[in-house]
């Protein structure tokens, strides 16, 4: 398996402009995990998911985040204007989510969001 | 939900062992605890997790106090490859994992 697919890489972006960034999750994981990093902040989780439905969004930090999930492999977080407080690294994650799991999650490589 | 702490930053020389401390005090008897570790530039990656018993895997050992309110990150032989961020984590019965600030591991060759 390629395991979690994060795009793009990178993205800069200036003020105002809208952002999505995208997620494949590892075929067959029923749990979808999305995650912000930041120096002052560290590691934060935003939303996730579980059969493509939203479970916990209270850590989005304000109405213009938003995510969704389609389908079992596609996910976006969208960023609507995006601001340059939202620079950061943006991290996806998927797992097993059942008690014979190690409840496990593989996280992508990160989209490193600059916002000018 | 409960919280976990860590020191901020530990060293430790090539090829000896190293023992990262977490406490947990709050934990709740359903927690479960998971450590991860993310090296730079990367996402984090998962290294053990445990409830009661100490477990061990290819990576590492995890070592729980009696009462739970502790847990210790065993590396048997630190490589330069092990210098990363590790987080002690603690699990519900949900699916949410709440990182803190984590351990700064550096390995001196």
């Known amino acids: 398996d390629a395991g979690v697919i994060q795009s793009p890489r990178h993205e800069v972006t200036e003020m105002g402009q809208e952002v999505t960034l995208r997620c494949k999750p590892i075929?067959?994981?029923?749990?979808l995990f999305w995650y912000r990093q930041t120096m002052m902040r560290g590691l934060e989780l935003l939303i996730y998911?579980?059969?493509?439905?939203?479970?916990?969004d209270s850590g989005m930090p304000e109405d213009r985040f938003s995510a969704k999930m389609p389908n079992a492999s596609f996910s976006t977080l969208k960023i609507q204007p995006s601001e340059p407080r939202d620079s950061a690294v943006y991290f996806c994650?998927?797992?097993?989510?059942?008690?014979?799991?190690?409840?496990?999650?593989?996280f992508g490589p990160g989209t490193r969001l600059t916002v000018t | 939900d409960a919280k976990t702490t860590q020191p901020n930053s530990m060293e430790s020389n090539e090829e000896e062992p190293v023992h990262l401390p977490c406490n947990h005090s709050?934990?709740?008897?359903?927690?479960?605890i998971h450590w991860y570790r993310q090296l730079p530039s990367q996402g984090p990656e998962y290294v053990i997790h445990?409830?009661?018993s100490n477990v061990n895997n290819r990576m590492a050992s995890l070592a729980i106090a009696e009462d739970r309110k502790s847990s210790t990150l065993i590396l048997h032989r630190a490589t330069l490859r092990d210098a990363a961020v590790y987080y002690c984590?603690?699990?519900?019965?949900?699916?949410?994992?709440?990182f803190g600030t984590g351990t700064s591991l550096t390995v001196i060759p």
């Open positions: 984590i603690l699990r519900n019965t949900g699916n949410q994992f709440y």
């Open positions: 709050t934990i709740s008897g359903t927690d479960y």
């Open positions: 445990g409830l009661t």
């Open positions: 994650a998927s797992s097993l989510g059942h008690s014979k799991s190690s409840y496990e999650q593989y």
């Open positions: 998911f579980n059969n493509n439905v939203p479970i916990d």
């Open positions: 075929s067959g994981h029923d749990y």
